[in-house]
C-alpha cells in the first residue's frame, strides 16, 4: 500500500482558483476525510489524485512514483495508479447486470476468466448481494446499489480506493449501517481510504485523519480528535462537533508568561495555557466546546434558558447571556422553563483562544472566571 | 532597366494574347465544321474511332434521353445527366466557364438564356447537319432545336364532347371560369417565355380579335396596361391557380368537375382517365390554344468527343431517333418536318407540328429577345402580388 | 550578464516547456482532441459553403448584370461586387416580406404540432400503459420516412371536395357529403399540419428519449409533494426534456423553413406562398439567382438565432444529465377506461398519416389508369418483357428491371456510407460537445455541425459542384456524394448524438477510466450500448433523408445512379405506376433497414429513445 504525497498542487479553471497549493501527506493504510463545505476544493483534490482530473500545477506522488508532475511533464492515467473510485451516484452501468458490472474492471485488467468468477462471486459475498447477481442496477433499491458500487470498485483490489461523498444518497439509517461497514471494509481490505464528504460526524466516525477544507486551501490536516479538540482556526472550530463551538467575541490582555486577562462575557476572567503565547491583538474570540459549560445552581455565571433540546441520552441547552447565545450539552434529560434563570460555569482544559482577525488558534488551556 | 522592364511587360501582354488570336478556331469548332457535311457512315466512324470505348455524356432537362438505342445502333456508350434546365446553365458556367469537361452534348429549353448566357459566353456551340438543313426551319437552325412540346389548355367537359365549354381564351381571364391550373411561370421557363412571347404583335392583334368577338367591342388602352397582352396576362395570372406538376393538373380536370380547365403537357394526358377531358384547340378557341416550346440540342464547347456529340444530335433529327426517343408520346413534334407524329398519339388528337403553328404561342426567341427583362420583372411582380 | 542571460534562457526555455506541457496535457485527453478535430473540420467544411453564399448574394451574374444594366441603367458587368441582390429583394414585399411572414407562421405551427403530436405521443408511450406500444411505436416514425409531399397528397385526397380548385371529389365528401372549406384544403393549415406531423417524429424520438431516460424518481418526488398533474407537467417534466424540445423546434422550425415540396403543393394553389418557394424560383431563374442567396443568408441568420437561443440553453452550465447509473423504476400511468379509446383514436390517426400513404402508393403502381381500381394491374411490377405502349423504354416491370436495381443498390451504398460516417461523426461531436460542455470551442463545434442544415440543398449541391471544378478528382465519383451527403446530414446525427451524451453523466464514463478500459473500450462497451437506440437514431435519420435526396446529388451524378434521379424520369414519362412503385420500394427498404437493425440490436428509430 503506497503513501500519497500532494506537493504544491493547484487547479485553476480560468481565473477561478479551485484548489490552492496543497501540500497533503497520506499515510499508507490511513483513512482520509476530506472535509468542507460544497465547493471547496474536496471533490476536485480527489479527482486530482484519482487522475480524473489534471492539476494545473504541482506534483503528486504514490510513495516514490511520481504519479504527476507539472514540471515534470509526467502524468500517469488514472488506471496505472491502482486506484478504485466510487462515485456519488454510483454509476453503476445501466446496462450491465450487477455481474458484469464487477466483473467489467477485472476483464479491462485481464484477468483469467476463473479468476473473475472467483473473485465477482467472493465480492458478491462480502457485501451480500448473492441474490441481485443477475439483476440490473434499476432493479435494485438504492442501498443495493450503493453494494454493488463497492464491489465493482473493490473487486480488482486497488491499492487505494477514493470514495466522493458515497452516502449523502442514502436514508439517514443506511448511511448509518454502510457507515460500520466501510470502517470494517478498511480494516479488512487493509488499503488506503481517501474519502470525501461535507458531514462532519461522517469525517469524526470514520477516519484516522481529517484534511479540512475551504475555498480551496488547507485549513487543518489532522485526526479527528485533534481536529476537534484543537482546532487550527475558527473555520475548522465552528465547522466541526455539533452542536457548534461557542464563539464568543472578548478582549484579551497578556498577562504572565503563558496566561492573559480575558473580558468575558462582561466578566473578568483568567486564561491560563499549557505553554506560553503571543497576542498579536486583544480582539480575541474564545472558543469552548458546549460539554465545557456544565450547568448548576453553583455556576460562575448567570443566564436564562433561552431553549432546551432534551434527546434523551443527552440535552442541548441554549442559554442566553447578554446578548450571545451559547450552547451547552448535559448528559441526561433535563427540561428548563422558557426564559428560567440558571447558572453556569467554564470547565476543562480545552478552551480556546483565537486570534479574531486571522482566525487561527492563538493558545488551549482553561478559563477562570474571576469572583 | 526601366526600357527593358517595359519590354518584358509588353511581351508579356502579347503572348498572353496571341493565343486566343491564333486558336480563332477550336478543335471542337472545326470537328463541328467537319461533321456538317459529313454523311451518317462518315461521321459514325469519325466518333466510334474518337471515343473508343468511353462513354459519351449528355445533359439533357428532358431525363426522357436516357435510351440505348443510339448504343445498340452505334456502340458508343451514353451517360446521362438530368438537372432542370437552370442547374444545366449553373454546370455549364461553373465546368465549361472552369474549362473541366463535364458533358459532350447538351439538350436544354429557354431561348433567352440560351442565346444570351450560354453561347454569348462561348460554352456552347452549334451543329445543323447539312442533310437535314432542307427539312428544318431556317429559324430553328441556329440555335438548334431538336424537338417541341406543347402544353395546351384543357377543361373537364363533364362527359359530353361538344360541350364547347370554352371557346375563347378570354374566358380564362373571367372570375365566372377562376382556377386555371397552371404552372407558375417563376418556375417554370416555358411558361414564362410563353407569356413573354405573348406580348409581341402578333398576338397582341390576335387577342384584341378574340376580345372583340367575345366582349362584343374593341379593346380600349386605359393605360393601366401597355398592351392588351399585358391586360390578358394579369388577368390570366390573378384569376389561376398555381400548381406545380403536369400530371397533378391532368389529375385535377380529370377527376373535377365539368368546367374545371388547366395547362398541361399533352402527354400527361394518358396517365389519367382522359374520357371527360375536351383538348381545347379541338374546339377551335378563338385566340391560341396552349403554348409550344423547344428543346435545344448542342455541343459543348469544352467537349471531348464531339464527332461522337454531332452523331448523337444527328441520330435525334433523324427519324429512327426520333422515334425511338420521343416517338409514340403525344405533344412531342420532330423540328424535322418529314417525321409525322406517331398512330399512338393521333389515337389522342394530336396533330402535326404545322396544325399547332397557329393556334399555339410558339416561344418567340426574337421577340422575347427584345422585351425580356421588362416582360420578366413585370410578371414577376404579378406573379407574387397574387 | 552571462548569468543574467542564461537565467532569461533558461525562463524562455520553462516557458516553451511550459506550453509544450500544456498542449500535450490538453490533447492528452480524448474529448479535446475531438472538439479541436471537428472544430477545424467543420469550420473547413461549413465556412466555405457559407462563404460562397454571401459572396454569391453580392456578385452580380451575367444574367444579372445585364437585368440590372437594363432596369437599373447600372453599368455592372459579371462579376462586379453589389448590394443590389439585397437592395431589390429586401425593399421588395410581395416577393420578400410577405412569403417571409407566410414561412415564420408556418413554421411556428408546425413545430407547435409537431411538439404536441409527438411529445403528447411520447408521453403515451414513455409513461403511460397504453395497448400496442410496440405497433404504435415503429408506426409513428412512417410519415418521416416518406417523403413530406405524400402526406400532404393524402391530405388532398382525403379533404378535396367540389368546391374546392376544379372540384375533385375526395375521400371525406364521397363518403359523408361532407364539404370541409377551401382553407382547409389549401394553404397555411394544410401546410403547417403536414410538416408538423411529417416531422412529429423527430419531436417523439427527441422527447421520448429524454422521458424515457429520465429517472421517473423526479415526477415521483413532486406527486408526493402534491403537485398537481398539470404542475409536474409544468413544472418538473417540461423543464427536463427543455433541451430535447429545443432540439426539435430547431429542427423542425428550420426543415419547415427550407421545405418546398409541401408548400408547393397544398399552398401554393391557395395562394399561399412561403419563402422556400421564392427562393426556388429566385434560384432557378440565372437573372435572380443572387437575390436566392440573399435570401438563404436570412433563413440561415434564422437558424442561427434558433441555435443561439439553443445554445445559451445547453451551454449554461445548468446540467440537464439525467442517466447516474443510479437508476429508478419506471411507473406507468394506468389510462384504466380511457386506454380502449385513447388506443383507437391513435391507430385511426396513424393508419391515416402512415398505412393510408402507403396503400395508396402500393394501388396506384398497380392501375393502369390512375384512380380506377378496376383497371388493376401487376405489370408494372412483374413484366418480364418491356412496359410498351407509352411507357416506351420504361424496361421491365420494377421487380425485373436492371435499371432499378442499379440506381437502387446505388442510393442504398451511398445512404449507408454517409449514414455511418455521420451517425459516427454525430456520437464522437456529441461525445466532445458533452464533455466540453460550457466551454466556447463545445459551443462552436455544436454550432457549426448545425450549419448544413440551413443551407438549402439546391444551393448546397451548386456549392459542391463548384468545389469539384476546382478538384477535379473528386468530379462524379461516390466520394464527393458521400462528402456532401456526410455534411449536409451532420446536423441529424449531431443533435441525437449531443442530447444523449447530455444526459450521460460524467461519472458513468469515469468509473471505466478508473478501472482502465481504454478510451475505444469506453465508448464501445459503456456509452454506446446505454444510450444504443438515441445512437442507432442518429444513423437511422441520415439513411432515410440520403435515400429519397434528389436536389443535392442531382448535380453531382449521372442519372440512373440513384434511385430518386431515376425517379424524377419516370415521372416525366408520365410512367406514374412505376414511379409510385419505386416510392413503395424506397419506403419499403427503408422500413427493412430499421426493422433489421431493431431485431439485430434491439434499437430502432421509434424505441430509440433508449430502453434497455
Not at chain 3, 121 to 136: G, V
Amino acid at each position: 500500500m503506497p503513501k500519497i504525497t500532494l506537493t504544491n498542487v493547484t487547479k485553476q479553471w480560468g481565473k477561478f482558483i479551485g484548489v490552492n497549493n496543497l501540500n497533503l501527506e497520506i499515510e499508507d493504510g490511513a483513512f482520509v476525510t476530506l472535509l468542507g463545505s460544497s465547493g471547496c476544493g474536496k471533490t476536485t483534490t480527489l479527482r486530482m489524485i484519482a487522475g480524473l482530473e489534471t492539476p494545473t500545477e504541482g506534483e503528486i506522488r504514490f510513495d516514490d512514483r511520481i504519479v504527476f508532475s507539472s514540471k515534470k511533464n509526467i502524468n500517469i492515467p488514472p488506471a496505472r495508479r491502482e486506484v478504485g473510485f466510487l462515485f456519488q451516484n454510483y454509476a453503476l452501468w445501466p446496462h450491465m447486470t450487477v455481474t458484469q458490472n464487477i466483473a467489467f474492471g477485472l476483464e479491462t485488467l485481464k484477468w483469467r476468466k476463473d479468476d473473475i468468477k472467483a473473485r465477482v462471486a467472493e465480492m458478491l459475498r462480502i457485501m451480500r448481494i448473492e441474490q441481485f447477481a443477475q439483476r440490473y442496477p434499476a432493479e435494485l433499491s438504492g442501498g443495493q446499489q450503493q453494494r454493488v458500487a463497492i464491489a465493482r470498485t473493490l473487486a480488482p483490489k486497488p491499492r487505494v480506493l477514493f470514495m466522493d461523498e458515497p452516502l449523502s444518497n442514502l436514508d439517514a439509517k443506511l448511511r448509518g449501517e454502510m457507515r460500520t461497514e466501510l470502517k470494517r471494509l478498511h480494516k479488512d481490505t487493509a488499503s488506503t481510504f481517501v474519502y470525501v464528504t461535507h458531514d462532519q460526524l461522517e469525517a469524526m466516525t470514520l477516519s484516522s485523519k481529517i484534511c479540512m477544507m475551504n475555498e480551496g486551501v488547507l485549513q487543518q490536516y489532522a485526526p479527528p480528535l485533534e481536529v476537534y479538540n484543537h482546532p487550527a482556526n475558527l473555520f475548522v472550530a465552528d465547522f466541526v462537533g455539533n452542536p457548534s463551538m461557542n464563539i464568543v467575541e472578548a478582549v484579551a490582555k497578556k498577562g504572565a508568561p503563558a496566561a492573559a486577562e480575558i473580558d468575558f462575557l462582561g466578566r473578568k476572567a483568567l486564561f491560563e495555557a499549557g505553554a506560553d503565547f503571543d497576542l498579536d491583538s486583544e480582539n480575541v474570540s474564545v472558543g469552548i466546546r458546549p460539554e465545557f459549560l456544565p450547568i448548576s445552581p453553583a455556576g460562575d455565571i448567570e443566564g436564562l434558558a433561552y431553549s432546551t433540546l432534551p434527546a434523551g441520552m443527552e440535552t442541548t441547552v441554549k442559554i442566553k447571556v447578554g446578548d450571545t447565545i451559547l450552547s451547552s450539552v448535559v448528559f441526561g434529560a433535563i427540561d428548563y422553563e422558557t426564559d428560567e434563570p440558571i447558572r453556569f460555569s467554564v470547565s476543562g482544559s480545552g478552551i480556546l483562544l483565537f486570534d479574531r482577525s486571522s482566525g487561527q488558534n492563538i493558545a488551549v488551556g482553561r478559563l477562570t472566571i474571576l469572583k | 532597366m526601366k526600357k527593358t522592364a517595359l519590354l518584358a511587360a509588353m511581351i508579356l501582354c502579347l503572348s498572353l494574347l496571341i493565343p486566343t488570336f491564333a486558336s480563332a478556331e477550336t478543335d471542337v469548332q472545326k470537328a463541328i465544321a467537319e461533321a456538317a457535311s459529313m454523311s451518317w457512315d462518315e461521321l459514325l466512324a469519325k466518333a466510334q474511332a474518337e471515343i473508343g470505348d468511353n462513354e459519351l455524356h449528355i445533359y439533357s432537362n428532358t431525363s426522357r434521353v436516357k435510351e440505348d438505342t443510339f448504343t445498340a445502333k452505334t456502340g458508343i456508350k451514353i451517360v446521362t445527366q438530368n438537372p432542370n434546365d437552370s442547374q444545366i446553365y449553373e454546370m455549364l458556367e461553373q465546368e465549361v466557364g472552369n474549362n473541366v469537361y463535364g458533358a459532350d452534348v447538351v439538350l436544354l429549353q429557354d431561348c433567352f438564356m440560351l442565346t444570351n448566357f450560354a453561347i454569348a459566353s462561348g460554352w456552347l456551340e452549334n451543329y445543323t447537319p447539312e442533310e437535314y438543313k432542307a427539312c428544318i426551319l431556317e429559324s430553328d437552325q441556329n440555335p438548334l432545336v431538336v424537338v417541341y412540346l406543347n402544353r395546351l389548355f384543357f377543361y373537364n367537359d363533364g362527359g359530353s364532347k361538344d360541350a364547347r365549354l370554352f371557346t375563347n381564351v378570354w374566358q380564362f381571364t373571367e372570375p365566372e371560369f377562376k382556377g386555371t391550373e397552371f404552372k407558375n411561370p417563376m418556375d417554370e421557363k416555358s411558361s414564362m417565355n410563353f407569356l413573354i412571347s405573348l406580348t409581341s404583335e402578333k398576338w397582341q392583334a390576335r387577342l384584341a380579335e378574340a376580345y372583340k368577338s367575345y366582349y362584343g367591342k374593341d379593346w380600349e388602352n386605359t393605360g393601366a396596361f401597355a398592351n392588351i397582352s399585358y391586360e390578358w396576362i394579369y388577368k390570366f395570372l390573378m384569376n389561376c391557380t398555381f400548381v406545380s406538376k403536369d400530371s397533378t393538373i391532368a389529375s385535377d380536370i380529370a377527376g373535377g368537375a365539368a368546367g374545371s380547365s388547366g395547362l398541361f403537357v399533352f402527354s400527361k394526358l394518358r396517365s389519367v382517365d382522359a374520357s371527360n377531358i375536351t383538348v381545347c384547340a379541338n374546339d377551335g378557341i378563338e385566340g391560341f390554344a396552349g403554348l409550344m416550346y423547344p428543346i435545344y440540342g448542342m455541343v459543348a464547347a469544352n467537349a471531348k468527343y464531339p464527332y461522337a456529340a454531332c452523331l448523337y444530335i444527328n441520330y435525334l433529327l433523324s427519324e429512327e431517333g426520333y422515334n425511338n426517343i420521343f416517338g409514340s408520346q403525344m405533344g412531342t413534334y420532330s423540328v424535322n418536318n418529314t417525321i409525322g407524329i406517331s398512330e399512338n398519339a393521333k389515337s389522342y388528337g394530336d396533330q402535326p407540328l404545322s396544325f399547332w403553328q397557329d393556334c399555339l404561342v410558339f416561344e418567340d426567341a426574337e421577340h422575347v429577345q427584345n422585351v425580356y427583362f421588362e416582360a420578366f420583372d413585370q410578371i414577376q411582380q404579378w406573379c407574387a402580388s397574387k | 550578464m552571462v548569468q543574467a542571460m542564461n537565467k532569461s534562457d533558461k525562463k524562455g526555455q520553462k516557458r516553451v516547456g511550459n506550453l509544450l506541457y500544456a498542449v500535450k496535457s490538453y490533447f492528452s485527453v480524448q474529448a479535446n482532441v475531438l472538439i479541436v478535430l471537428f472544430a477545424v473540420l467543420l469550420l473547413v467544411l461549413t465556412v466555405y459553403p457559407i462563404y460562397s453564399v454571401i459572396r454569391s448574394s453580392m456578385t452580380v451574374g451575367k444574367m444579372e448584370a445585364m437585368k440590372y444594366n437594363q432596369l437599373l441603367h447600372t453599368k455592372l458587368s459579371d462579376g462586379d461586387l453589389t448590394f443590389l441582390n439585397f437592395q431589390t429583394l429586401l425593399t421588395d414585399k410581395a416577393s420578400f416580406w410577405k412569403p417571409l411572414w407566410n414561412s415564420l407562421r408556418m413554421s411556428a405551427y408546425a413545430s407547435l404540432i409537431a411538439i404536441l403530436v409527438g411529445g403528447t405521443f411520447a408521453f403515451l408511450i414513455t409513461r403511460t400503459d397504453i395497448h400496442f406500444k410496440k405497433f404504435f411505436s415503429s408506426v409513428f416514425i412512417f410519415p418521416y420516412i416518406m417523403p413530406s409531399w405524400t402526406l400532404a397528397l393524402v391530405w388532398k385526397n382525403v379533404f378535396a371536395n367540389s368546391r374546392v380548385g376544379t372540384g375533385v371529389v375526395g375521400m371525406l365528401e364521397s363518403l359523408t357529403g361532407i364539404c370541409v372549406p377551401p382553407w382547409v384544403v389549401y394553404g397555411i393549415f394544410p401546410c403547417a399540419l403536414v410538416m408538423g406531423i411529417h416531422y412529429a417524429p423527430f419531436a417523439y424520438i427527441l422527447i421520448g428519449g429524454t422521458l424515457r431516460n429520465m429517472d421517473a424518481n423526479l415526477e415521483e418526488a413532486a406527486t408526493i409533494l402534491q403537485a398537481s398533474r398539470g404542475r409536474i407537467l409544468r413544472k418538473i417534466t417540461v423543464p427536463i426534456v427543455m433541451p430535447a424540445l429545443f432540439s426539435t423546434v430547431l429542427l423542425v422550425f428550420s426543415s419547415t423553413m427550407a421545405s418546398y415540396a409541401v408548400p408547393v403543393f397544398v399552398g401554393s394553389p391557395g395562394n399561399f406562398f412561403v419563402l422556400s418557394t421564392r427562393l426556388s424560383s429566385l434560384y432557378n431563374t440565372m437573372a435572380t439567382k443572387g437575390q436566392a442567396f440573399v435570401m438563404t443568408i436570412v433563413l440561415i441568420l434564422f437558424g442561427v438565432m434558433l441555435l443561439g437561443i439553443n445554445l445559451w440553453f445547453t451551454g449554461k452550465r445548468k446540467s440537464f444529465t439525467t442517466v447516474t447509473g443510479k437508476s429508478g423504476q419506471v411507473s406507468y400511468i394506468r389510462l384504466g377506461k380511457a386506454n380502449k379509446i385513447v388506443a383507437a383514436v391513435l391507430a385511426i390517426v396513424l393508419f391515416f398519416i402512415a398505412i393510408f400513404p402507403i396503400i395508396s402508393f402500393a394501388l396506384e403502381s398497380m392501375c393502369e389508369v390512375q384512380g380506377d381500381y378496376s383497371t388493376l394491374t401487376l405489370k408494372y411490377w412483374l413484366s418480364r418483357e418491356d412496359i410498351g405502349g407509352f411507357a416506351v423504354n420504361a424496361g421491365h416491370g420494377i421487380l425485373f428491371n436492371g435499371m432499378i436495381w442499379q440506381a437502387l443498390w446505388g442510393s442504398l451504398k451511398l445512404s449507408l456510407i454517409v449514414s455511418l460516417i455521420v451517425g459516427t461523426c454525430g456520437i464522437l461531436i456529441g461525445y466532445a460537445v458533452a464533455r466540453k460542455r460550457g466551454t466556447r470551442l463545445a459551443g462552436l463545434v455544436s454550432g457549426l455541425a448545425f450549419f448544413p442544415y440551413l443551407v438549402p440543398s439546391m444551393a448546397f449541391g451548386a456549392i459542391f459542384l463548384a468545389v469539384s471544378t476546382r478538384l477535379t478528382f473528386l468530379r462524379g465519383t461516390l466520394l464527393l456524394l458521400v462528402i456532401v451527403g456526410a455534411i449536409k446530414y451532420l446536423p441529424f446525427a449531431s443533435r441525437s448524438g449531443t442530447n444523449s451524451m447530455m444526459q450521460l453523466s460524467g461519472e458513468i464514463e469515469e468509473a471505466a477510466v478508473i478501472v482502465g478500459a481504454s478510451w475505444l473500450k469506453r465508448m464501445l462497451r459503456i456509452l454506446f450500448p446505454i444510450q444504443k437506440s438515441s445512437f442507432i437514431s442518429g444513423y437511422l435519420l441520415p439513411f432515410i433523408s440520403c435515400m429519397r435526396e434528389l436536389s443535392l446529388f442531382v448535380l453531382l451524378t449521372t442519372s440512373g445512379t440513384l434511385i430518386t434521379t431515376l425517379l424524377s424520369y419516370f415521372d416525366e414519362k408520365a410512367v406514374t405506376q412505376m414511379s409510385n412503385g419505386i416510392n413503395l420500394l424506397i419506403v419499403i427498404i427503408v422500413l427493412l433497414v430499421n426493422f433489421t437493425i431493431n431485431k439485430l440490436t434491439g434499437a430502432s428509430i421509434d424505441k430509440g429513445v433508449g430502453g434497455n
